[in-house]
């Protein structure tokens, strides 16, 4: 797998920023993972990364570290950092966890979502649905993530979706692998308005089958694309695919 259009490299840290440096450089770091801009199995260098976006080597140091917690990069004293294939237990793991925090986020939606809040869903949609038709998979994922968190928050979910935030790595990066090469996009965009659709109708039990649905994605899309990209997944010992 080559980079393209789709993956654009690291973005330059805005540095009038307040936020703390270390921070911002993990979050693009993050970010370059999860969207293949560095692959599986890739060794990344502190000096060239800190080149690449402008700063110093201590807040990538820092970063780096944060990466290692994550479960995202590995770090081997002496012979350098690399980025941790995707492990498919995991990914198995966090749909679980995350199936069960959103399932519980959308019923609430359902039982009170206003009409001003269902509204601004459905424009949300609507973006959604142009990013698909200029097939900018990048700014459709963004938008996914979005959608998510703002169905989250709008029922003050908020500690939710930081559970949510903190379980669905590994999750992400098979998801952006989908987007291009197993999940049609337009496919997802119908699973986001069927759950808006039972929002709306606060119908809690549609909401919750119409999350189920779109969450469970991911199970037919993930054996394709291991077949597809075998050197970028890892079965750790014991993985259990069910």
């Not at 900018?136 to 998510?148: I, K, P, Q, S, T």
Request: hydrophobic share 45%; proline share 5%; glycine share 4%.
């Amino acid at each position: 797998m080559e980079r393209d259009q789709e993956r654009p490299g690291l973005r330059p840290i805005d540095m009038d920023s307040n936020e703390p440096v270390a921070r911002r450089v993990f979050r693009e770091l993050r970010r370059a993972i999860v969207s293949m801009v560095f692959l599986p199995g890739q060794a990344l260098s502190e000096q060239e990364v800190a080149t690449q976006l402008g700063v110093s080597r201590q807040p990538v140091r820092e970063a780096f570290i944060k990466l290692a917690d994550a479960g995202l990069l590995l770090i081997r004293p002496q012979r350098g950092s690399f980025i941790v294939k995707i492990s498919v237990r995991q990914v198995f793991d966090a749909r679980f966890v995350r199936e069960a925090v959103e399932m519980a986020v959308v019923a609430r939606a359902a039982a009170e979502a206003t009409p001003r809040q269902i509204d601004t869903f459905r424009t949300a949609l609507k973006r959604q649905a142009d990013a698909v038709k200029a097939r900018d998979n990048v700014r459709f994922m963004e938008l996914d993530e979005a959608f998510h968190r703002d169905i989250a928050l709008s029922v003050g979910c908020d500690y939710a979706w930081r559970v949510v935030e903190e379980t669905k790595i590994q999750m992400d990066r098979v998801r952006y692998l989908s987007m291009a090469d197993a999940t049609p996009l337009g496919r997802l965009v119908d699973q986001h308005t069927a759950i808006i659709d039972a929002i709306a109708a606060h119908d809690p039990d549609g909401a919750q089958s119409a999350m189920r649905t779109h969450l469970r994605e991911i199970l037919t899309s993930l054996p394709e694309l291991e077949k597809r990209f075998p050197a970028l997944f890892n079965h750790d010992v014991g993985d259990a695919v069910p």
